[in-house]
């Protein structure tokens, strides 16, 4: 992670893979599957205001949200950031660790103190190819964290362009 703000836990233990497979992103994946993420996993807990990853950065973790709400934005050329979504418990943080050239596409920052699994990218592609019925179960349920951004996206691109258009036609 990036900037302070960041308390690394322990790697997940077996309680902890267990909470880990409850996890709305894994429910009922197959415990095999599960015990391989969790030897990529360990818990974190990061501080409101903390900055998980930098639009263009390497992207080499992602994060299953336990608590709290991170925000993904996007730099826009003469405007502020953007907020495109606000994501919370059960979501999936981070998907640009899954398709080369594994670069974040967007920024995250906590807005609330959160607590999440954080997963080592390298370490579950490798398993990935190993396995690729993990890999399968991992695409199936990342397909649709990316619908979901995708359309998160297209709203908030909507809304601007709708603001710009009745700043045009005014009196």
């Given at each position: 992670m990036t900037g302070s703000?960041?308390?690394?836990?322990?790697?997940?233990?077996?309680?902890?893979?267990?909470?880990?497979?409850?996890?709305?992103?894994?429910?009922?994946?197959?415990?095999?599957?599960?015990?391989?993420?969790?030897?990529?996993?360990?818990?974190?807990?990061?501080?409101?205001?903390?900055?998980?990853?930098?639009?263009?950065?390497?992207?080499?973790?992602?994060?299953?949200?336990?608590?709290?709400?991170?925000?993904?934005?996007?730099?826009?050329?003469?405007?502020?950031?953007?907020?495109?979504?606000?994501?919370?418990?059960?979501?999936?943080?981070?998907?640009?660790?899954?398709?080369?050239?594994?670069?974040?596409?967007?920024?995250?920052?906590?807005?609330?103190?959160?607590?999440?699994?954080?997963?080592?990218?390298?370490?579950?592609?490798?398993?990935?190819?190993?396995?690729?019925?993990?890999?399968?179960?991992?695409?199936?349920?990342?397909?649709?964290?990316?619908?979901?951004?995708?359309?998160?996206?297209?709203?908030?691109?909507?809304?601007?362009?709708?603001?710009?258009?009745?700043?045009?036609?005014?009196?």
């Amino acid at each position: 992670m990036t900037g302070s703000g960041a308390s690394q836990g322990e790697p997940v233990s077996a309680a902890g893979a267990a909470e880990l497979s409850d996890h709305a992103f894994l429910r009922g994946m197959p415990d095999a599957c599960v015990a391989v993420l969790a030897r990529a996993c360990r818990g974190t807990t990061v501080r409101a205001g903390h900055r998980f990853f930098e639009e263009g950065g390497t992207a080499d973790r992602f994060w299953l949200i336990l608590s709290g709400h991170v925000a993904l934005d996007v730099s826009a050329p003469g405007r502020s950031r953007l907020i495109v979504e606000t994501l919370g418990e059960g979501d999936l943080l981070g998907l640009s660790w899954l398709v080369p050239p594994y670069e974040w596409q967007f920024s995250a920052t906590a807005v609330q103190d959160t607590t999440a699994f954080e997963l080592n990218a390298p370490a579950v592609r490798a398993a990935c190819e190993k396995d690729p019925g993990l890999g399968y179960e991992l695409l199936r349920r990342v397909m649709p964290a990316a619908l979901s951004r995708l359309q998160a996206a297209r709203i908030r691109m909507l809304d601007l362009y709708a603001a710009a258009g009745e700043a045009g036609n005014g009196p």
